[in-house]
């Protein structure tokens, strides 16, 4: 399954849930307004394919000519470049030298997680609580002789640990663990054994560090709550077919702000 046909498949993603965390409003906006594509997500994905599908990189991409397009020359080159690669994500030089350069060090640091992997698996199941149609796409994953290990590949600014620990709060990276490890158990993949996730946790710029986090178990079970708090206002609200927005609510200054009573 592609991923353009993965994303018309109908079904409740982690991206778009986690906008219910700010109200309803936000996530009926976002599952009917799709963010506009980006440069830094173009590059993810590409790292994305590289690293996990390369067998299949050069029909999703294409890397552009160097030539002057303000020139004759230049631009017929240009222009039977893009018929022959029509439908693919164009990479300058400079890009797909740093895709490879990301994938060689995720390569070098992670093949051990890596190996023997199944990767952009695409899953579809019915949440055992509300019944919601969800979906995931989940980078790698793999059955061993004593456990299931799930693979999820991010590019990141800083892998250190504590950073990567506040980007996962910030974005929901351990929600979107616990959502996917629900899929694989709801689907019994894993056949009863117990899982275990990990980040790979690439820098997009040299030196390309890569920092392999395995998630504790205890992250594990807060990201379930969360994700059951966030399908819960879901189910509300399609029950209702309602979506408020932030409703109404009470002024409290937090401690920081108070002053001590104390003239300087």
Request: charged letters at 30%.
């Amino acid at each position: 399954m592609t991923e353009a046909e993965y994303r018309a498949y109908p079904g409740v993603n982690k991206s778009t849930l986690w906008e219910i965390r700010k109200s309803p409003m936000h996530y009926k906006w976002a599952l009917e307004n799709p963010g506009e594509d980006t440069a830094a997500l173009r590059m993810g994905r590409a790292i994305h394919a590289m690293v996990l599908q390369p067998d299949e990189f050069d029909e999703q991409y294409a890397i552009a000519p160097c030539v002057d397009r303000r020139t004759k020359e230049g631009k017929a080159v240009w222009a039977q470049f893009c018929e022959e690669n029509e439908g693919k994500d164009i990479l300058t030089q400079d890009e797909i030298e740093t895709v490879k350069a990301t994938a060689k060090a995720v390569y070098g640091a992670a093949s051990d997680l890596l190996a023997m992997a199944e990767t952009e698996v695409p899953l579809f199941w019915d949440d055992r609580r509300t019944g919601i149609r969800c979906k995931c796409r989940v980078d790698a994953m793999k059955e061993t002789a004593d456990k299931f290990i799930m693979i999820d590949l991010k590019t990141t600014k800083d892998a250190s640990t504590d950073a990567f620990i506040r980007e996962a709060i910030r974005y929901g990276y351990h929600v979107q663990a616990s959502f996917y490890k629900s899929a694989v158990e709801t689907l019994g993949l894993n056949h009863g054994k117990p899982i275990e996730w990990w980040f790979v946790a690439v820098e997009k710029q040299a030196p390309f560090a890569v920092n392999k986090i395995r998630v504790s178990q205890s992250v594990l079970d807060e990201g379930l709550f969360q994700a059951w708090k966030l399908m819960d206002r879901l189910d509300e609200c399609l029950r209702t077919d309602t979506w408020p927005g932030y409703g109404s609510n009470e002024m409290v200054l937090p401690e920081w702000a108070v002053s001590d009573g104390e003239e300087d």
